[in-house]
């Protein structure tokens, strides 16, 4: 199969979605990377620190640490932690772009947590006291705080992390666990490194985890349970060979299976194929690993 044959069944995928879900019996698409709930697969790194995130939170620990490469399903993996908290967990934040300084980082909190003062000037010291207020009136309603911090790797240019490790002081005399909000560090698996040179916050870290690409045989039930959660069957669309040769390809990192596998489908319905195999599989990676030039 070459690649323009490639681009033209593209195409026709996009003029005609439901005829693609039609023609592989689906009752939606399985492989969309934010797909969450039923979808969310337990292999076993990640059911391991789930359970173990769960417990930092729910004994109300200071801080955790998630570390794992990119595609791995971090984020998934918090949503799916979210999900689960009862609703003396709240609020539950989160940070995704933490680039910014000690001072942003306090009010980007406190705008999180105290949504009726966005926007009113202020200087540090006010915003670290409202953010204490929230945090001592929050305990009166027997609730605990939660932040996940996203893309932590890059909190040590800007020594973030001592801020962050300061702030878990705040309102701690007045809990009835370790602090009265959990810290939750998400990043590259370089963050365990940076973490491990900051003494004070590294000795506050109740867990770390770090996720673990798929083997062989996870890859195929992470495959099996997409499909099946979207109403079909693995082996009525790959063959065993077909299978392998995705998990070779995308190193078993789920990011990179879901975009495979996908367009794999897509160009297979597009063919009018009822089956995908290797030789599939290894057209579709190589128009996606060397694009064709415009």
């Keep these: 199969m070459s690649g323009c044959g490639h681009e033209v069944s593209i195409g026709r995928q996009y003029e005609s979605k439901a005829m693609y879900e039609k023609h592989w019996q689906l009752n939606e698409r399985p492989f969309e990377n934010r797909i969450a709930g039923d979808f969310y697969y337990p292999a076993e790194s990640h059911q391991a620190a789930v359970l173990k995130l769960r417990y930092a939170i729910e004994n109300r620990r200071s801080a955790a640490l998630l570390c794992g490469p990119g595609g791995i399903g971090k984020t998934l993996l918090l949503d799916t932690i979210a999900r689960q908290l009862s609703q003396e967990f709240e609020p539950v934040c989160r940070i995704v772009?933490?680039?910014?300084?000690?001072?942003q980082l306090v009010r980007y909190i406190g705008d999180q947590v105290d949504e009726a003062s966005q926007g009113r000037p202020a200087e540090m010291a006010q915003d670290l006291g409202r953010l204490e207020k929230f945090l001592q009136h929050n305990l009166e309603l027997g609730k605990h705080a939660v932040l996940f911090v996203d893309e932590a790797h890059l909190l040590e240019r800007n020594d973030l992390l001592e801020t962050l490790r300061l702030l878990l002081n705040l309102a701690a005399d007045q809990a009835s666990g370790?602090?009265?909000?959990?810290?939750?560090?998400?990043?590259?698996?370089?963050?365990?490194?940076?973490?491990?040179?900051?003494?004070?916050?590294?000795?506050?870290?109740?867990?770390?985890?770090?996720l673990s690409r798929f083997l062989l045989d996870e890859t195929t039930a992470y495959i099996q349970h997409r499909l099946r959660k979207a109403g079909a069957e693995a082996e009525a669309i790959f063959d065993d060979p077909a299978l392998e040769r995705i998990h070779e390809l995308t190193e078993g990192v789920p990011r990179r299976i879901n975009r495979l596998c996908d367009l794999a489908m897509m160009v297979a319905f597009a063919e009018d194929r009822d089956f995908i195999t290797a030789d599939?599989?290894?057209?579709?990676?190589?128009?996606l690993a060397t694009p064709n030039a415009a």
């Design 280 to 287: 599939v599989i290894d057209s579709v990676h190589g128009d």
């Design 178 to 210: 370790e602090a009265a909000w959990t810290l939750v560090l998400v990043g590259q698996p370089m963050l365990l490194s940076q973490v491990e040179r900051y003494h004070a916050l590294d000795e506050r870290l109740s867990v770390k985890c770090l």
């Design 97 to 103: 772009f933490p680039s910014m300084s000690s001072e």
